[in-house]
């Protein structure tokens, strides 16, 4: 089982080409998970890239949490003054 290092797509098959990407191993060796070492440095990797994944998406979240929250009340504000206006 190998690890394509472009695309990380998991290679059960000994190929020239990535299926995926078509990064040729001539060019960058796949990265062979048989060893124990290398398999647990792969697997540090991707998650540590996943948690960064996360953290983008949440700060993305609390962003637009946020502007909606700031466009509800300004919302509201206006609507708030118009009732008074027209009292």
């Known amino acids: 089982m ?10 059960w098959n000994k190929t020239e080409n990535c299926p995926k990407c078509g990064l040729s ?7 062979d998970l048989e060893n124990e070492q290398v398999y ?3 697997v540090a990797s991707s998650a540590i890239k996943n948690t960064m994944e996360m953290e983008k998406v949440r700060r993305w979240v609390i962003a637009i949490g946020i502007s909606s929250l700031v466009s509800g ?10 009732v008074i206006s027209l009292w």
């Open 2 to 11: 190998n690890v394509c290092p472009n695309c990380a797509f998991i290679i």
């Open 25 to 31: 191993f001539s060019a960058a060796p796949a990265i």
């Open 40 to 42: 647990r440095a792969v």
């Open 73 to 82: 009340l300004a919302v509201l504000i206006i609507v708030l003054l118009a």
